[in-house]
């Protein structure tokens, strides 16, 4: 890739760092220059105040040998009527490329998402990154899984240079909303028997975005990604309690019928509650069992385990007691 490669990014995904997507980009945009190559980023944003503290966030925790470099792009209305504007506003920047992170699906992003892969079309971007979901497929059981078949679909038909990776789940879901809830209060409640997950460390994900970014091919064909091992719930609730401080996790099957009522008490809506049943119908039928090399084949190193990740984040576990009532 020649150095003045450059990529825009979603500001509205990064802006959560205490959300998934937010969490990978900003792993993806912190590589530092050991493990990838620099790119020149641009962040785009209906705001430039909000730009601004995004830049300055990711400068403040910038790798001291971090290449890369961090500009914005302001459109106050991310919409498919001003189409036009953005991507004359994409080519004065010089952008070549275009990411989408995994909740470019969320319903309240689903235009901006549209309008961007319009205006990447306008533009004659050099290349579409889509970070997608290993679920996904026209006929998914998971709803994000069919979201992200139509997406990939929509951008295949922007007839561009597209790279898409489907990664399993990630192992950061733990750092976050229920999961991390559940593993602080060191009951692990699952609806699943017999479930393997493969799940992949961030990490191994964003060096794989990041790799081929700097390569960009004419073959689209989709990369999926895996962490080295499926993991049983037995096994996951065993390493978390080999690392956590006391008291040890405890695995609770909980049966399928139990969800809907209890997530309808806590005030979830209908389609997180859908996604949470039919996620576990889909483990539970081994939809991320499988485990492929993709991640060592394109590294060149074997992907980091689920005991390392458990062991760099354990102090992100604290014990909070369950709360009485």
């Not at 760092?17 to 969490?23: E, I, N, P, Q, T």
């Not at 950061?172 to 229920?178: D, V, W, Y």
């Not at 992949?200 to 060096?207: G, I, K, L, P």
């Not at 064909?221 to 719930?233: E, F, N």
């Amino acid at each position: 890739m020649s150095a003045g490669m450059r990529y825009l990014i979603s500001g509205t995904s990064l802006g959560n760092a205490k959300s998934l997507a937010g969490s990978l980009g900003r792993t993806l945009l912190s590589l530092n220059s050991a493990s990838s190559t620099p790119h020149a980023w641009h962040i785009i944003s209906r705001r430039a105040d909000q730009a601004d503290a995004l830049t300055r966030q990711l400068d403040a925790t910038r790798a001291p040998d971090l290449q890369s470099t961090f500009n914005s792009l302001i459109h106050s209305s991310l919409t498919l009527d001003h189409v036009a504007d953005i991507a004359m506003d994409m080519q004065s920047t010089k952008a070549t490329g275009l990411v989408l992170l995994p909740d470019a699906i969320d319903v309240a992003q689903w235009d901006e998402t549209e309008t961007l892969l319009a205006a990447a079309k306008a533009a004659n971007l050099e290349h579409v990154m889509l970070i997608s979901t290993y679920a996904s497929h026209p006929a998914a059981i998971i709803p994000s899984g069919k979201a992200w078949a139509a997406l990939e679909e929509k951008a295949a038909e922007m007839d561009l240079p597209l790279s898409v990776v489907r990664p399993t789940t990630l192992m950061q879901s733990m750092l976050f909303g229920n999961m991390k809830e559940m593993i602080s209060g060191r009951n692990l409640s699952v609806s699943m028997d017999h479930a393997r997950v493969a799940y992949v460390h961030a990490q191994d994900v964003a060096e794989v975005v990041n790799h081929m970014m700097a390569a960009p091919t004419k073959d689209a064909t989709p990369v999926d990604l895996t962490g080295p091992a499926a993991l049983s719930w037995d096994e996951i609730a065993s390493t978390l309690s080999k690392y956590v401080e006391a008291p040890k996790v405890h695995l609770t099957k909980v049966p399928l019928w139990v969800v809907q009522p209890s997530m309808w008490i806590r005030g979830k809506n209908p389609d997180e509650i859908n996604e949470v049943i039919n996620s576990s119908k889909y483990f539970e039928a081994g939809g991320e069992a499988t485990v492929c090399s993709s991640v060592a084949d394109i590294l060149g190193r074997p992907p980091l385990t689920f005991d390392a990740f458990v062991a760099a984040h354990k102090d992100e576990w604290l014990y909070e007691p369950p709360k009485k009532f």
